[in-house]
């Protein structure tokens, strides 16, 4: 139901003295070029893509990134069993995502090892979805985009009949070295295209890197926003009006939009022209404190560790900082115990989850007044100007919501775009209510309808049924009918 939403501000003050603190962890070994740092002879292939076959030549990294098949989770994510994820933490992302394939099935983040499997396997995929599914998910991308593959035609080529079997006979592996490593060198680099190209459109060269900029973009390269363009379906970046949530989202209404791209799908309750966040760790990092001091994802994700209390390795078990707090924080954060660090960081958390929730019911409510003002027949312009609003006040919050750090990666920048999602969602319901209450619809009883959808979605035990509660006599499907 509809709630006031209390204003959470992160002091400005914490934001400069989190910066202070991180600035002291740049070392000129991090700053030199990555083409100073002496490179191997690994006698691999150049077009090795199996992940096993690095595993003599660098045993205690290779043990190290077994160790992702471990089921380790946090408070707000980390890796879980898929048969074990709760769904009462999320209850009502059904009807909030309604109409597209994030209402079938919505998981917890399981680790990197198991991207290949969990993409194959979710009920998201269908017989119609296309190559660009697996461009972050398989170590045999690369190979396919090259023109004696499929070229530009792997974005838009058949994902199940055409693409995965392809990579099977590849010989592919899940995320792993070949991504961010030339096999023959070790050398960091960026295999993904798409963020060379989203680069070039923000204005910044990644053609000679320093080392730690690299130990970021190998990451970045995917964990990131992104869409399908609709002319050759290519994974694309909306960066060139900036990385903020708001940047990104008047990119959509304007470059995207004005290229073919209007939503990734029509949302089935209001009819809304929506737009679905995509794990955007990179852009919200960038904004943060830890990103402004250039921090590397590397420095926090993959700390170095001692293997047999000898030799010094860069750990490739990527999981929650949380997870090693003495290698990943008390590096630079030393004058806090361990103890200290993990409340800090999951009490940052705690607010911005709680005002997350409270941002989903308002946009929930939203939907819904949406769907009353259409069968009620409420002047066009009126519902256009609430859908709107709706659009764009869920995805202020889904920024936050998809981003893996619940808000640690930039505490200020994830508080103040839940601020603007609850303030353009509170007046799509304003302007919806001004109309209904013309039109003498009773709001008491349209309230008491959405708490029977609501209640309905929640005691339903089989989570592929959820959905199909969302949509009823009182509340019919506004989703144009597909061809």
Known sequence: MHRNIKRIIVPTALVIFLISIIAACG??????????????????????INNEAFADIFPLQYESYKRNEEMSDTKYGGSVPTSKFDHTKEPYLPIIFNGYGFAKEYNEDRGHIYAIEDNVNIARITDKSIGSCLTCKSTAVPILLEEDEFGDGYWSANFRNEIVPRAEELGHSPIGCSDCHDPETMELRVTRPMFATAMEARGVDISNPTKNEMRTYVCAQ???EYY???EKKAVTFPWTNGLKPEEMYEYYDTIAKDSGFAQDWIHTVSGAPMLKAQH???EIWSEGPHGIAEVSCSDCHMPYERSDGKKKITSHQWTSPLKTVEQSCRTCHADKTEQELIDRVEGIQDAHMENLHKAEEISIDAHYYINKMITTGAPESKIEEAQQLVRKGQWLFDIVAAENSAGFHDPQGAMDSMKKS????????IIATEELVKLDVNIDELKEEIAKVKKAVYDEPDVFKKKDHVINDYFPNQQPPKN
């Open 422 to 429: 609850t303030e353009a969602l509170n007046e799509a319901i």
């Open 222 to 224: 995917c964990h990131v």
């Open 280 to 282: 955007p760790e990179f």
């Open 27 to 48: 070392s000129d070994e991090a700053k030199e070029s990555i083409t100073a740092k002496k490179l191997y002879n690994t006698g691999l292939s150049a077009d090795e």
């Open 228 to 230: 399908f363009e609709p």
